[in-house]
């Protein structure tokens, strides 16, 4: 699989690196949220959580996806080989679509309790940064192969579109978990096309019905589209993580690991207002 030394490896991966010290040090200097634990001990352990998933991601889910867009390829099967046109139209089309796709995926990952027991482990961060950008169970990565694999395949995308669509993919994600502040209408432009840090803020909220909202990845139509954005929540009013897994002690990365292969926790009702109070209490314990 040269194609993923060329251009994932040798160009997007640098690339990749690049914009995730951008936004660390970016963060850093202009935070939107107050942070809840040491910004080093948030490091250690969404590193280490991360490992599994990152082997995962570059020697199965690549290699796995470039196989897939090639033979499609070869066997002339999928929605882009089945017109004629411009090959950047086409790539074009096949990037919309592994997005929306992706859209829908990270719906199922909260509707259904086999994929939210491995979702979950993402979602417990008490805070919200750039590290919690790579906080991923390698549960959920390998699920994703099969999905993703899926709309690669029946989209007709081609290898090159699906590992830029995997680069542009992992900045997205980066940037929406960044806990960078820019200036407001700043934000509020780019955010009629992506997703942006005061949106996925929301969708990291303890409150079910903001945690059910703001689904897209790179472009946040999606959302509207089906009527599941919310943008009216201040950032200073958002507690962020799942209230079931709230306790600090817990949340080392041998339990984080662990979770999935446990009994998952009902979702508690938290209202709105013991919500925000909590909030009060949370920014006072900042360190």
Not at 63 to 70: C, D, E, F, Q, R
Request: charged share 20%; hydrophobic share 45%.
């Amino acid at each position: 699989m040269g194609i993923i030394k060329r251009v994932f490896d040798f160009k997007g991966s640098p690339v990749l690196a690049c914009v995730f010290m951008a936004l660390f040090v970016a963060e850093g200097r202009r935070p939107l949220r107050k942070r809840v634990e040491k910004r080093s001990k948030r490091i250690l352990i969404n590193s280490i959580v991360a490992l599994p998933a990152f082997t995962l991601l570059r020697f199965l889910f690549l290699p796995v996806m470039t196989w897939l867009a090639n033979k499609n390829q070869k066997m002339g099967f999928g929605l882009n080989n089945q017109y004629k046109a411009h090959p950047i139209f086409k790539g074009f089309v096949a990037f919309l679509l592994l997005d929306y796709t992706n859209y829908l995926w990270h719906v199922i990952n909260h509707k259904l309790p086999l994929l939210w027991r491995f979702h979950v482990v993402h979602h417990s961060d008490p805070d919200l940064d750039i590290t919690t950008a790579i906080r991923f169970h390698f549960g959920e990565l390998i699920g994703s192969v099969f999905y993703r694999g899926a709309f690669v395949f029946l989209s007709g995308a081609t290898p090159l579109t699906v590992l830029l669509y995997e680069i542009v993919f992992e900045g997205a994600t980066q940037f929406h978990h960044s806990n960078w502040r820019l200036p407001f209408k700043v934000e509020e432009m780019l955010n009629k096309a992506i997703v942006t840090p005061r949106m996925h803020g929301i969708h990291h909220s303890v409150i079910r019905d903001e945690t059910d909202s703001n689904y897209s990845v790179i472009f946040s139509f999606w959302d509207r589209l089906h009527k599941t954005i919310r943008l009216n929540v201040a950032q200073d009013k958002i507690v962020t993580g799942v209230p079931q897994y709230s306790d600090p002690n817990e949340l080392t990365v041998g339990n984080l690991l662990k979770i999935p292969f446990t009994k998952v926790r009902k979702w508690p009702e938290v209202n709105e207002a013991d919500a925000r109070e909590l909030t009060a209490e949370k920014n006072m314990m900042v360190k």
